[in-house]
């Protein structure tokens, strides 16, 4: 028996999505809008992308879930993400925190590291932002290109600070969380080498987190629960349409297909381990 | 005989559409741009999306139509939004607003009360929007979650002083406007169950509408003619791809293959209700 | 033996262009964001749309290449593009100008004659919008609504002045750069008609461009190269995806598909022609 979610609470989570379609608020870059409605359609959920400041905070207390991502911020659109996310905070809804390039560009640094402290439910990034994040603190990582997931578990880990639940998603994702007392990691295996062939895959994660993170009772199985449906998705589409166009059709039509007994089959979640 | 747009006049402003290729102007939301470009193109209109307050008035007397789309406004894209709609009026260009969510949001519904001003020639939106719109001017009806376009047809007949042809869209389309001295509801029925499953679907129906508005003798039959187009080219992708990612493409390749003769053999217009 | 590239000179790019995946930051029109980032990745490079003026200048000297599209300008956006455009050319960063209905709206008129003052590596438009960009200066020819290509070379070879290489794309594109001190036209056949059928293929072809002057040895190569890979990846996605919805995922499925093999198979590049 697992101190920490496993298969069992991916598919409860799962189940809950389908039951309660969350409304999920998204302030997100310019190339992203679009797929990550559909993912969040195709997976269960709601989309509704309101991002400026005259309605941002008065939404974040209508959705379900908010997600901010850093991709392409404007002024106005940052201004937006601070009153969402401090409106979110207040009113108890979970957000999501995707800090693209937030630890090369200075700007987006200084706005990430101001949006952690309205405590972000779950931050999702790749290993290098992830790491880039976490050194906007102290400043001593700086940013790493490496893409291996495991590289940015210490930086996810530092993260707990400001946030529930952080993953580091790639080819194997790295899940950070604590239960109870505990500081646990959950990798989580299968998905796709098309997945970083198609733009916005990876934000179209972090929304669905904030999805997940709106029906799972804790951020930490909300985060296994979006990764897990997103990596059993890209595997089925992989083996339908081997190329990037095509993929990503096939990839909406899976996370459409996904239920409980595919999850049963395909669900690659290691057992989890306790960070020391 | 009809007293109301009926299938050969869907016909001949079919017909137009191919022949003219109208340019629409759209002003729209950031979830919407891509796809709704492609409806356009792949029903055999041409889009052109101007939207800063510097270009937009020039445009709306280039343009053969206009759409205003409430989506993700912006206070930028607001202000080209009354441009545009006043030159549109001003020059006679039908123009069609789209208002999603007015009813819902204070800052947006100040915007949709004061674009109806400049009296498009359609508004269209799903049930809970046109009641959302109709509420504003008396602040009565506000927000109606119901998805039951029927519903909607008190407020789109409201809606009637304002613009030409009103719609509430949805499993059945419920379009109503005015022929002579008559007040009449046409339903169109068939589409798909699919199409609330791909984000800006609605969006690019009112954008179409835009289309057929430039080329049909009147807005009551501009809007009557999009929907039906719509529906038709839903259904025949439906057949062919069940799931959403790979319907979004068949339904762009429909609303290319739909002809006279798919649209007279698939049209599912019910004769014509005046209102009392 | 051509005096201009020719095909080994385009599978050498092709060949750079997989081994280098280039970053190219594109500034450019919502409609295009996400296909032009997914056009950049399956042909094998990386996007990454950064336009706000707080970074634009900074992820100019990180980039290898820069697209700049007038598509859908806003205050903002323009600021980034003088932004980038300057910092490119100080960072001698080959940066592309795209300069969608310059000729015919005098707002982005004079931010297009303003940007070519940066040099751009080379200028990517339809025969129209070429015609009207190089009427900008002497205000003689305006906008052709023309849509052959082989009307808008003396366009091309007008902005030579200011740009190393320029092509007017469409059934046939028209590629013209110098070679040493000849002043050349190269044109390329193939490509579908399904490519205007889909929006932002146009566009994206310019950030393509962008990717392929960085790697290419000259903006005249690069540009000739970007062309010849974009027709055959057309030509192959038509051959299996006849109409526009199902051919938009085929053609990336063809860009990723492209190899050497296919290019020495399929290019259509006519023999070079030296303008008097």
Known sequence: MSFAPALDAV???????????PLVQALTNTVSTNFMANVLLSAGASPA???NPEEAALFAGIADGVLINLGTPTAAQVEAMRLAAAAAEKAGKPWVLDPIAAGGLPWRGGVAAELLQFRPAAVRGNASEIIGLAGLGGGAR?????ADPAAAVPAARDLLAHAAAVSASGPVDHVVGRVGSRTVLVRIGGGSALLPRVTATGCSLGALTAAYAAVAPDPLTGLVAA????????ELAEAVAPR?????????DALDAVDEAVLRERAKIEPAVELA
Do not use: E, I, N, Y
């Open 49 to 51: 992308m309101v991002d």
């Open 227 to 234: 990764h897990v449906h997103f990596a059993v998705a890209a």
């Open 142 to 146: 700086g940013v790493d290109s490496s």
């Open 244 to 252: 990037p166009g095509s993929f990503a059709a096939a990839f909406l």
């Open 11 to 21: 598919v409860a989570a799962h189940a809950a999505l389908r039951a309660r379609r």
